[in-house]
Each structure stands twice: as structure tokens, then as C-alpha cells.
């Protein structure tokens, strides 16, 4: 046996623990890559520093994509207000019963009913249906 049968031994014990150890330590720059990228803020304004519209398919106006914040307190006010008289109903926020005399609200695209305080906290912060997402555009009586 000569010494270069040894050394040929030693270069392929090294070999075996580096390859592993670079593999690992390019896949942790990888993952860093990805979570600095990831967490970066999306750019939702034109160069113009208009608000860009989100627009589900192309021909679809601006109105009829809801907006991303909650109602006006104003708009929550004007969606009718009615005395539930159905106790067989279940309010699908708080998930308590429709109780008899509960002051309820029924959205007017899709007709879902709710407790009065529960939708109003729901289209502080949304501006959609909770069940269906039916976008809420309540109706101005003049």
C-alpha cells in the first residue's frame, strides 16, 4: 500500500463533509433571500402616487370591486333595520340565536340577516357580506 492510496482516502472524507455543509449553507441564503423579498410591502400606487384599483378580470368597472377598508359609519347606519321575529334564525357572527325583538340588519344585495351590533363591528373593518362576500352597497332612502 503507498501513501497516495491515503491521501486519495482523505480528499474524499473532505469532500463528503463539505459538499453537505455548502448545500446547507446556500439553502439558508436561499431561505433568507425568500423572507426578505416576501416581506417586503406591495406597491399598490401608479407612478402618478395614485391608488391602483384591484380588478378581478379584465372589463370589470372600478365600482364593482368593493373597497378594502370597512363602511362609513354613516352607510352602516342607513342598512335597514328590522325586529327579529324569526327565533329559529342564527346571527352567523357571533353565532347566537335570532332571538325575538333582537334589533337585526339585512344586507340588501344578499339579503343575510345579522345582529345590528355584530354587522356593524364586521363592516367597520370589512365592506363585504361575512357569509358570501356580496359586496354591501346599502341603498340611500331619500
Known sequence: MTSNDGIG???L?????????????????????????????VQNTDRDGRTLALRVAP???EEAVPPSVGLEPSAITSLPM????????ECPICLGVLGDGDK????????HPFHAGCIGKWLGTNSTCPICRACITPSLQL
Open 82 to 89: 328590522f325586529l327579529c321575529s324569526d327565533s329559529a334564525a
Open 13 to 41: 472524507f473532505v469532500i463528503m463533509i463539505l459538499v453537505p455543509i455548502i448545500m446547507g449553507y446556500l439553502a439558508y441564503l436561499l431561505c433568507l433571500f425568500a423572507w426578505f423579498i416576501l416581506r417586503q410591502p
Open 9 to 11: 482516502y482523505k480528499i
Open 59 to 61: 372589463g370589470i368597472p
Open 104 to 111: 337585526t340588519q339585512i344586507l340588501p344585495n344578499c339579503k
